[in-house]
């Protein structure tokens, strides 16, 4: 049975910090994309971070450029999103997707809500 548990997202004032999970079981994590993506209310789901299998390449939203950094541990089974320099715009439900190929699996998503 696949499971991607996201944790690490709360209630955190503009330009504070988080840093987000995500536990995966029941894939090779190794061999799978992974993909970070948020949906605020009443909007569509965007993409914010994806990291290739190695973890040696990764694209970024405009949005979030130079302040979200996106990593992996392989030998963890764990995806990483650490959120810098938060903005109220950053709120919103994160989800984190494992691609394989025309397989992809999502987690239950952790809310972050920025504001003061």
């Known amino acids: 049975q696949v499971q991607l548990v996201e944790s690490g997202g709360g209630l955190v004032q503009p330009v504070g910090s988080l840093r987000l999970s995500c536990a995966a079981s029941?894939?090779?994590?190794?061999?799978?994309?992974m993909n970070w993506h948020r949906q605020a209310p009443g909007k569509k789901r965007e993409l914010v971070a994806a990291?290739?299998?190695?973890?040696?390449?990764?694209i970024y939203a405009d949005s979030v450029k130079g302040r979200f950094t996106v990593s992996r541990d392989n030998a963890d089974n764990t995806l990483y999103l650490q959120m810098n320099n938060l903005k109220p715009d950053d709120t919103a439900v994160y989800f984190c997707?494992?691609?394989?190929?025309?397989?992809?699996?999502w987690g239950q998503g952790t809310q972050v809500t920025v504001s003061s």
């Open positions: 990291i290739t299998r190695a973890g040696d390449s990764y």
């Open positions: 029941g894939i090779t994590f190794s061999r799978d994309a």
């Open positions: 997707q494992a691609v394989d190929g025309q397989d992809n699996y």
